[in-house]
């Protein structure tokens, strides 16, 4: 059965240095770190990779990040792997449940999650699939 999590969560982003030879290039790097609260109380940790283009709004990350914390009453981590893209400033972002990454009572989880930012505040509802829960 399909269940819903919703919830705040506040996010920070740290610029990573570029790589060695890397000075000026068109990727940026940063750290994530993250606290969820609501139905997913935890934190996670991860890290992001970014390309800008020569035309404004347009640009792509992929990131992954580990979430440790309790969903739905279950411990454990989880990995979410994100895709984004800007198209001349129209966003689509897919955050997906790395398969069987799951683990303690979280084991078995699959899902995916939408992340909304209204007036600088972050939200998610997460879609998730958790054998025996429910």
């Known amino acids: ?73 279950r411990r454990g981590t989880f990995f979410l792997q994100h895709s984004g893209v800007m198209n001349r400033g129209a966003a689509a972002l897919a955050l997906t449940v790395v398969p069987d990454s799951g683990t303690g009572e979280l084991e078995g989880l699959s899902g995916s999650m939408m992340i909304n930012i209204d007036g600088g505040k972050h939200s998610y509802e997460f879609e998730y699939v958790l054998p025996g829960a429910g």
């Not at 068109?26 to 770190?33: S, Y």
Request: aromatic content about 6%.
């Open 1 to 73: 059965m399909t269940m819903r999590a919703i919830g705040p969560f506040e996010v920070k982003l740290s610029p990573q240095p570029p790589d060695p030879g890397d000075a000026g290039g068109p990727f940026g790097r940063l750290l994530i770190d993250k606290q969820f609260h609501g139905d997913l109380e935890g934190t996670s940790r991860g890290q992001m990779l970014a390309a800008g283009t020569a035309t404004k709004g347009s640009a792509g990350y992929v990131a992954l990040e580990e979430v440790t914390g309790t969903l739905g009453g």
